[in-house]
């Protein structure tokens, strides 16, 4: 069976530690898209990671973890995740590459870098980590893929010279830089070809094999619904989709093998970068809340950044699960909020006058105004419950307030940072 693990909202919603939980129960875990922009903070028996190429499934003997072809792989940054992770006493993963996968390379990161410059107050709120150029060159077909670092050299080279010529026509007039030099660009592609040629492998053909043998697959996206290129706050988005839809491009599987969506859902709300926030909250209050969330305050687990915070948006976290294509919702740090009297949840958005209960493009989501509803805290520490029941009558209402206004059932609910601070409520 395959599962796919996706977010509901800016992403930073807890799927690693959801992927990591349920990876007990699989035997391969695929990435499917984005990149080393974001990361995914998992805590077990090993200890504290934050993993951002890697899947979240690298920390079990009897699983098979995948980079899938949608993934922008830098591969540099590939070896050293999997030596750091090593290095803190997890056994050597079994990690397979996809022969399709495109490369992300050092100029990548360099005009990203140039590009926010450039934008200056107008920027995207990048992690500079080469998400946007790297895209920008795979469908513009001018990317490397894996599959060409073993093939004809003198090929790859002629695509090095005409990579390298349309660069430099930037890198000298836009953004006035040094050029690239084709010799040091072919060189850095055979270093990568030695480095990732342990891992490569028809990936699509190994998970069509897995797939008929009845293995359980799960497929791990990066950020969330609303950072979608296409149904996301766009332009505040990021490069490849984050749907589950896209797991079966981003894998090579066939779109009806996934039976199962489930979309993890924060108990309150946070992102990162620049974009339409509509429950956002500032100054003290934001503070409060940012220092006692996620699992040692809410700060992004690739950059560092301060997330900003916001209360629950049911409007946004709505949409995020039907344009998922949910079928369970995970709902994450709910212990987080155990010190507040009462519990605001925008479950209205006032457009020009006008509630609606619609998650709308960007430019009206941009003059949204949060329309509230409070409900009673229940002011103590939950963590350590494993029953649903036993949970305090206030702390169920909420879970079930939010259940009702996303439409789909919350089966599991996350009470602490552990792997085992999960109630399982299906």
């Not at 990732?196 to 697959?217: F, H, M, Q, T």
């Not at 709902?331 to 987080?336: A, E, F, M, S």
């Amino acid at each position: 069976m395959v599962r796919a693990i996706v977010g509901a909202n800016w992403g930073d919603e807890g799927k690693g530690k959801i992927t990591d939980m349920l990876a007990k129960e699989s035997d391969i875990i695929v990435r499917f898209q984005g990149g080393s922009n974001a990361g995914h903070t998992i805590i077990n028996n090993y200890g504290k990671f934050a993993l951002h190429l890697l899947p979240s499934g690298v920390f079990y003997h009897h699983t098979t973890s995948i980079i899938g072809n949608g993934v922008a792989l830098n591969i540099p940054f590939l070896i050293r995740e999997l030596n750091d992770v090593t290095s803190q006493g997890v056994p050597a993963p079994k990690i397979l590459v996809s022969d399709r996968a495109q490369i992300m390379m050092p100029y990548h990161i360099l005009f990203d870098t140039y590009e926010e410059a450039r934008l200056a107050g107008k920027s995207f709120g990048s992690t500079k980590s080469g998400i946007a150029p790297f895209y920008s060159d795979k469908f513009a077909k001018i990317g490397f893929q894996v599959s060409e670092l073993f093939g004809d050299e003198k090929m790859l080279m002629d695509k090095v010279l005409n990579v390298c010529t349309l660069k430099n026509v930037m890198l000298e007039h836009l953004y006035h830089q040094p050029l690239l030099d084709p010799g040091e660009v072919f060189s850095t592609l055979m270093e990568y070809k030695e480095m990732v040629a342990p891992y490569v492998c028809d990936v699509s053909k190994y998970l069509y094999d897995a797939i008929k043998e009845g293995k359980n697959i799960l497929l791990e996206g990066q950020l969330g619904s609303l950072k979608d290129p296409d149904h996301g706050i766009y332009p505040m988005v990021t490069s490849s989709s984050t749907l589950a839809a896209y797991g079966a491009i981003g894998a090579g599987i066939a779109p009806y093998e996934i039976k199962n969506i489930t979309t993890v859902v924060k108990a309150y709300s946070s992102a990162v970068g620049a974009g339409a926030f509509v429950s956002e909250i500032f100054g003290e209050e934001a503070d409060e809340l940012r220092r006692r969330g996620g699992d040692g305050g809410e700060f992004g687990a690739t950059t560092g950044r301060p997330r900003r915070m916001g209360w629950f948006d049911a409007v946004a976290s709505r949409y995020g699960c039907r344009i998922q294509g949910a079928t369970e919702a995970a709902l994450t740090v709910l212990d987080v909020l155990g010190y507040l009297d009462e519990l605001p949840v925008c479950v209205g958005y006032e457009i020009d006058g006008k509630v609606t209960k619609d998650f709308p493009t960007t430019a009206y989501l941009e003059k949204a105004k949060p329309v509230y509803k409070k409900l009673p805290g229940w002011k103590c520490d939950i963590r350590g419950i494993k029953k649903y029941e036993e949970l305090p009558e206030n702390c169920q209402k909420y879970i079930e307030t939010i259940e009702e206004e996303l439409g789909v059932p919350v089966t599991m609910v996350s009470n602490g940072p552990g792997r085992d601070d999960i109630i399982m409520r299906k």
